[in-house]
Nanobody, 114 residues
Framework: QVQLVESGGGLVHPGGSLRLSCAASGRGFGGYTMDWFRQPPGKEREFVARINWSSTSTNYRDSVRGRFTISRDNAKNTLYLQMNNLKPEDTAVYYC???????WGPGTQVIVSS
C-alpha cells in the first residue's frame, strides 16, 4: 500500500507557472503507473497526465499538452507536475493517483486568477 500527499498548489497569475509534487510513502511507488487528475469548481474530476513506472511513456489531456510536464523520481518516491503558461481554466483541485486509481492523495488547490 502507498500513501500520497500533494503539495505546491497556490494562487498564480495567468501565464505563470507552478510545480506540483506528490510524495509517496509505503511500498510500491517505483512500480506503479502514476496519474495527475484535477477537479475544477463545480465539475467532475478529469484526467490530466499519466506516466509509466520507468518514465518511458507519458500521456496528457489535450488542453494541457505542451504546457504541463509530468515526471517522477523513483529514488525520492516523488511524482511531479510542472505547469507552465497557466490559464484560468486550469483552476482546480489537483490530485495524484497511483496504480490506475487504487490510491489517491487528498489534493492541492491551484487557482489561476489575475
Amino acid at each position: 500500500q502507498v500513501q500520497l500527499v500533494e503539495s505546491g498548489g497556490g494562487l498564480v497569475h495567468p501565464g505563470g507557472s507552478l510545480r506540483l509534487s506528490c510524495a509517496a510513502s509505503g511500498r510500491g511507488f517505483g512500480g506503479y503507473t502514476m496519474d495527475w487528475f484535477r477537479q475544477p469548481p463545480g465539475k467532475e474530476r478529469e484526467f490530466v497526465a499519466r506516466i509509466n513506472w520507468s518514465s518511458t511513456s507519458t500521456n496528457y489531456r489535450d488542453s494541457v499538452r505542451g504546457r504541463f510536464t509530468i515526471s517522477r523520481d523513483n529514488a525520492k518516491n516523488t511524482l511531479y507536475l510542472q505547469m507552465n503558461n497557466l490559464k484560468p481554466e486550469d483552476t482546480a483541485v489537483y490530485y495524484c493517483s497511483a496504480n490506475l486509481g487504487a490510491y489517491w492523495g487528498p489534493g492541492t488547490q491551484v487557482i489561476v486568477s489575475s
